[in-house]
């Protein structure tokens, strides 16, 4: 789950969202994520569904700034099932 441009092409966001709902197939399914600043919603809070995936690679890359941009805090796992590893990199704090 790369970051990615928005359609405009003028801002780039976290692929994961709140809204998606990921299964992993297969019996060793891994996760990467990259999460950046907020997106447009300004959430710096991150909760997907995610079943079936055992392993989870998350890099927070955000900085927050006195302006507009919030980095990416937290990811929420309370809606993940069958996860068993959590590996976490770039975090500052």
């Known amino acids: 789950?790369?970051?990615?441009?928005?359609?405009?092409?003028?801002?780039?966001?976290?692929?994961?969202?709140?809204?998606?709902?990921?299964?992993?197939?297969?019996?060793s399914n891994t996760l990467t994520a990259t999460?950046?600043?907020?997106?447009?919603?300004?959430?710096?809070?991150?909760?997907?569904?995610?079943?079936?995936?055992q392993t989870l690679n998350a890099a927070f890359t955000g900085s927050s700034s006195a302006g507009a941009n919030l980095a990416v805090t937290g990811l929420d796992l309370q809606d993940a099932t069958g996860l068993k590893t959590v590996n976490i990199s770039r975090i500052a704090s």
């Open 1 to 27: 789950a790369p970051q990615v441009y928005t359609p405009g092409g003028n801002a780039r966001i976290n692929s994961l969202q709140d809204e998606d709902q990921l299964t992993g197939t297969g019996v």
């Open 35 to 53: 999460l950046g600043n907020a997106n447009d919603n300004g959430g710096t809070l991150i909760t997907p569904k995610l079943t079936n995936i």
